[in-house]
T-cell receptor, first 113, second 117 residues
Framework: LAKTTQPISMDSYEGQEVNITCSHNNIATNDYITWYQQFPSQGPRFIIQ???TKVTNEVASLFIPADRKSSTLSLPRVSLSDTAVYYC??????????????FGSGTKLNVKP | DADVTQTPRNRITKTGKRIMLECSQT?????MYWYRQDPGLGLRLIYY???????NKGEISDGYSVSRQAQAKFSLSLESAIPNQTALYFC????????????????FGPGTRLTVL
């Protein structure tokens, strides 16, 4: 499965838009890109998932360029409660491809007042 | 997620002891997973089970074993605990039935903090 590379940490201020980019140069044709959010002492929580172009939900947007070698999670107008670690995962959950599943180290987002 | 529970939530044990961490889910999902999380290393997959009779090793299975007693229960055992198994352990579930399983997403429990002295 494709490994991912993300910035270790980012700082932002309340009300700003935050963009977190993930590199996944070895992404395979059947791989999807999924982002999770984790608060301290809690399990990760699904945020958004996509395959190509742009996906938007009530929480975030996900931008994926044509070559799919990277993706950008966009959080509009962050608040203090968005302070968390954000993980980018790339993979195919189908049985024969599920050899390993990498969460990586994630990006620690610190939102300041 | 209250639908995925883990017991105990915290455990302190000594080197060489046998430890079992339990996970239960009421979501009716077929797939269950065990991860460990160490500071700065994110989550790493220990074992995963696609159904009761299908159990597979993950990235870091050495020193661990699992048991899938039923669809709803997936236990992780440390046969002889060692200090470098001190970590936060998460159980997760996912449901690949009836949908495009390549997009399957996981639901995590609250975690078990294990300390091995």
């Amino acid at each position: 499965l494709a490994k991912t590379t993300q910035p270790i940490s980012m700082d932002s201020y309340e009300g700003q838009e935050v963009n977190i980019t993930c590199s996944h140069n070895n992404i395979a044709t059947n791989d999807y890109i999924t982002w999770y959010q984790q608060f301290p002492s809690q399990g990760p929580r699904f945020i958004i998932q996509g395959y190509k172009t742009k996906v938007t939900n009530e929480v975030a947007s996900l931008f994926i360029p044509a070559d799919r070698k990277s993706s950008t999670l966009s959080l509009p107008r962050v608040s203090l409660s968005d302070t968390a670690v954000y993980y980018c995962l790339v993979g195919d959950m189908r049985r024969r491809n599920f050899n390993k599943f990498y969460f990586g180290s994630g990006t620690k987002l610190n939102v300041k007042p | 997620d209250a639908d995925v529970t883990q017991t105990p939530r915290n455990r302190i044990t000594k080197t060489g002891k046998r430890i079992m961490l339990e996970c239960s889910q009421t979501k009716g999902h077929d797939r269950m997973y065990w991860y460990r999380q160490d500071p700065g290393l994110g989550l790493r997959l220990i074992y995963y089970s696609f159904d009761v009779k299908d159990i597979n090793k993950g990235e870091i299975s050495d020193g661990y074993s699992v048991s899938r007693q039923a669809q709803a229960k997936f236990s992780l055992s440390l046969e002889s605990a060692i200090p470098n198994q001190t970590a936060l352990y998460f159980c997760a579930t996912s449901d690949a039935s009836g949908r495009d399983i390549s997009t399957d997403t996981q639901y995590f429990g609250p975690g078990t903090r294990l300390t091995v002295l």
